[in-house]
């Protein structure tokens, strides 16, 4: 694959409740990186994984994914280099190797951590966040596809199913946005290579997403159809859903 893929997974996952830093909690078995970069693998248009770790977490992490990646059909490497400071996994067979790096103390950061290693020769670069473990690999595959077909930015989506109001601080409600011009927004995000490097040159204050970073820049940025099992594992509530969701997919 022509693609690179950027993982941010350092983040502490406050929001899932006390615990192991997010990404590297466990779904059924297995933790919620090792769910997302196997799909990822499975993409083919994927040939390279970066991975953004828990700063100080990432030869654990490296070692981790040696483990589940290490081994005969295990989909994603050959074997382990440690390459300081960053780790890479696999890189022999054909299959994409991975990269671990450390994250910083914004997703931002994490991010820009990851990009800075990425080889000249990947034009396409998305961003997916390790927590949107579930994503399937034709989401991913159809985010590089449009970057490919010639949008320099792209991003899945969904409708918005609830009513949105607008609110004051104190929380009286200001006026209700017409939702059929809202969508949700998911990742893997999928960009030219040099405008996610501008963007992350350019970027003055912290955004949520690097489409953000995109739009702040004056550039257009396309929506694509996201999926429902592209869902961001967040709140306690999301592993029930997200275990389900695996249970009805085995
Ligand atoms: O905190 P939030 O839900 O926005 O995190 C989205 C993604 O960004 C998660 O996969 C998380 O691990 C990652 N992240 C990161 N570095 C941070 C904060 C979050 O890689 N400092």
Not at 49 to 69: N, T
Not at 70 to 96: I, N
Not at 136 to 144: E, I, K, S
Request: glycine content about 10%; aromatic content about 2%; charged content about 20%.
């Amino acid at each position: 694959g022509d693609v690179a893929v950027l993982v941010p997974a350092a983040g502490l996952g406050l929001r899932l409740g006390p615990g192991a830093p997010k990404a590297l909690r466990e779904l059924a078995g297995e933790s919620l990186l090792v769910h997302a970069l196997r799909r990822l693998g499975a993409a083919d248009s994927v040939g390279l994984i970066v991975v953004a770790a828990p700063p100080g977490g990432e030869a654990s992490v490296a070692a981790l994914l040696a483990q589940s990646f290490d081994v005969p059909g295990g989909g994603l490497a050959a074997h382990v280099q440690a390459v300081p400071p960053h780790w890479v996994v696999g890189g022999e067979s054909t299959a994409p190797a991975i990269i671990v790096v450390g994250g910083g103390v914004s997703r931002q950061e994490s991010v820009a951590n990851a990009l800075a290693v990425v080889p000249a020769e990947f034009e396409i670069i998305l961003v997916h966040d390790a927590a949107r473990a579930l994503t399937p690999p034709a989401l991913v595959d159809a985010v590089a596809a449009a970057v490919r077909g010639g949008h320099d930015a792209v991003i899945p989506v969904l409708p918005v199913v609830d009513t949105i109001k607008r609110v004051t601080p104190g929380e009286a409600v200001v006026a209700t946005v017409d939702r059929a011009e809202l969508r949700a927004v998911q990742t893997p995000q999928g960009f030219r290579r040099s405008v996610l490097v501008k963007a992350h040159q350019d970027a003055t204050d912290q955004h949520t997403d690097d489409a953000g970073m995109v739009e702040r820049m004056g550039l257009p940025v396309q929506c694509v159809p996201g999926s429902e099992l592209a869902l961001k594992i967040t709140r306690p509530i999301d592993m029930i859903i997200a275990e389900a969701l695996l249970g009805e997919a085995q």
